[in-house]
């Protein structure tokens, strides 16, 4: 997307690069035993009458969980060196490892301590080694305290209670702050290992993928198909004879969908002629001709969670040739004619079967390159960097049409939901490229990027040039203005809300820094509608930005703070940056060889039931 879409949902995106968690727990495949959304709230109630007391092998199973957790920490820390130490001394490693070798019941007071230092607000505590541990220890905790707690019954049923009450309200009006509450039960009950059949039923109709991409046939073809003209040497041994010559190729490449419903999958083939003219060395004879050779290879492209993958090209070559001319004395050239003749046939295989080989090494090699490039971009820019955070998609499934390849996905953690609905809004016709978002994944994204951390303003800078390529203009500081920072809340740190032809963004920080000042925490809301324009649409803010703090009314009769009154002046002119009163979609350009394609012009731009819909159009050459 353009920079514009990257101001839309703000920080958004800088969250989903700065770090990430996960722990989703997917549901069962669809089963007809599921109940309807409408008896959702009766089956959780009914759900009272199977609780399952837990016992000393559910503490087991989770302290194995976190045994196998801390031991790839320790692994990889210990390959850090110093560095590693110093890790596994804050975070008092072997002090856990101590408990977790016990054959008693821990001590709950050593294992709290212990979590404090991986709740901590460090950055690095955000990669999967620490999560792990971290998720893996509250698990085991919550479960050695509670195995023989005689109150757990009691505070089922009431969560229970609750659950019916939120989910009822959720299915009439589905809301971020309904989605955080039914997402934290359902995760709490995972915990408590209670209700499973429950849980599946719960994110069966309310954890569904959150994102769709669709890219045109026609898209694909126009980025990698492409006229083929060339000359190249020619040098081959056929029958004791060396070859060298000239080879004129010509030809074309195109590419196709070819329909898998479990990966993408492209076909592209050349197909061309090789017109070569040769003189052929055999002893003191040389033989003068012309060849044409046709050739078809194909080459089959993969597509999925992990990257780009190929098989082997498969090629096929005839060649036809004439002898025009044989020098080297009267009797060797009798001979040697003679000879042509017999053997022509054979040399035209041999020929035609080294045509072959070379065509299908030269595909592979390009390919290799190709594919290598693409997957390292994607590895390291996309996939490797959300791994490590453990917010790669929970589902991540391309698909292929002969008109379209697909892309499903599923961002949520373990306590979190995802698209109740299927996307209401119809795709216009004649798109190439489409893109379709639940307010879930970002919400969730966020939640997973910097709930409850503190990000520097170099690193939301870093972030959007990594994004961007530049730091936009209008973000760039001068010389006199001191460094910024936001502690985001534990809970929601950033939310959208896609309704009414727009979207509504809040950030909501728990403390900000400038400089040496600290301030306290505050909300920040912008409003935009959408609207057609010259070349695309624009997105206009609705009135001002909301800066207010967590819980403030306006017009209660509360009063702000002098230290609020300071820091909500000078968020104002902060976000005001990045949320502009108005701003374009407008056409996007493809990098590298996608760039061939032309302009993409943007023709469907709608906020509407949970979900945003945009869609492009490329632009007639």
């Known amino acids: 997307m353009n920079y514009p879409i990257v101001r839309m949902v703000g920080v958004v995106w800088i969250a989903a690069s700065l770090s990430m968690a996960g ?13 309807s959304v409408e008896e959702l709230p009766a089956a959780c109630l009914a759900a009272k009458a199977n609780f399952r007391p837990l016992t000393p092998q559910n503490v087991e199973s989770a302290k194995a969980e976190l045994v196998e957790a801390a031991e790839r920490l320790d692994k990889k820390l210990k390959s850090d060196g110093k560095n590693g130490e110093n890790w596994r001394k804050y975070l008092l490693l072997e002090k856990l490892q101590n408990q977790l070798r016990s054959d008693e019941m821990p001590d709950l007071g050593v294992l709290g301590t212990i ?22 220890l509250r698990r085991y905790r919550f479960l050695a305290a509670s195995v023989e707690s005689t109150k757990l019954k009691a505070a089922y049923n009431r969560m229970l209670d609750g659950l019916a009450k939120q989910i009822e309200s959720y299915r009439s009006k589905p809301t971020a702050e309904g989605a955080v509450a039914i997402g934290l039960a359902v995760g709490q009950l995972q915990d408590a290992r209670q209700a499973p059949e429950l849980v599946a039923a719960v994110l069966h109709h309310f954890a569904r993928p959150n994102l769709f991409a669709d890219v045109s046939a026609e898209l694909i073809a126009a980025a990698m198909s492409e006229d083929v003209d060339e000359t190249a040497p020619v040098e081959d041994v056929i029958l004791g004879t060396r070859i060298r010559g000239t080879g004129h190729t010509t030809g074309s490449v195109t590419a196709k969908l070819v329909p898998d419903e479990l990966r993408g999958v492209v076909d592209v083939t050349f197909l061309g002629v090789t017109k070569t003219d040769n003189v052929g060395t055999n002893g003191p004879v040389r033989i003068y001709s012309n060849g044409v050779t046709r050739l078809g290879v194909c080459k089959r492209i993969w597509i999925d969670a992990d990257g780009l993958s190929s098989l082997p090209a498969i090629a096929k070559a005839i060649t036809d040739s004439d002898i025009t001319d044989i020098h080297g004395g009267r009797m060797a050239e009798r001979i040697a004619w003679n000879r042509a003749g017999q053997q022509q046939y054979r040399a035209q295989q041999i020929a035609s079967e080294h045509a072959q080989q070379r065509v299908n090494r030269r595909v592979d090699d390009e390919t290799v390159e190709m594919l290598d490039r693409a997957n390292d971009a994607f590895v390291k820019k996309f996939r490797q960097p959300l791994m490590e955070r453990n917010l790669f998609p929970q589902i991540f499934d391309f698909s292929t049409t002969t ?6 996905g599923l961002q949520a953690g373990r306590y979190q939901l995802a698209a109740p609905t299927e996307p209401a809004t119809k795709l216009i016709e004649n798109h190439d490229l489409a893109l379709r978002i639940h307010q879930s994944m970002i919400d969730n994204l966020a939640a997973g990027s910097v709930a409850g951390r503190t990000v520097r303003d170099e690193t939301f800078r870093s972030v959007l040039v990594a994004l961007l390529g530049k730091l936009p203009e209008e973000l760039k500081e001068t010389e006199d203005q001191a460094p910024w920072a936001i502690t985001f809340a534990a809970r929601q740190p950033v939310s959208v809300e896609f309704a009414d ?10 403390r900000y820094y400038r400089g040496d000042e600290s301030y306290p925490g505050m909300n920040v809301t912008a409003a935009y509608k959408f609207s057609e324009a010259d070349g695309g649409f624009k997105a206009i803010r609705q009135g001002e930005l909301k800066i207010f703090p967590p819980g403030f ?8 703070s002098a230290r609020e009154v300071t820091i909500r002046t000078l968020l104002k002119r902060r976000f005001g940056k990045i949320f502009e009163e108005e701003f374009l979609v407008e056409q996007i350009e493809l990098p590298e060889r996608w760039s061939k394609v032309g302009k993409l012009q943007p023709v469907q731009l709608v906020g509407e039931g949970t979900w945003l819909t945009v869609a492009w159009r490329r632009v007639a050459q």
């Open 23 to 35: 722990g989703y727990v997917a549901a069962e495949s669809p089963s007809p035993d599921f109940p």
């Open 501 to 510: 032809g727009g979207f509504t963004v809040t950030i909501r920080g728990r």
């Open 403 to 408: 008109e379209w390849l697909k892309l499903v």
């Open 115 to 136: 979590y404090k230092r991986y709740a901590a607000d460090h950055e690095g505590l955000a990669l999967v080694w620490f999560l792990d541990v971290k998720e893996s």
């Open 553 to 560: 009314v306006p017009g209660s009769g509360k009063r702000l």
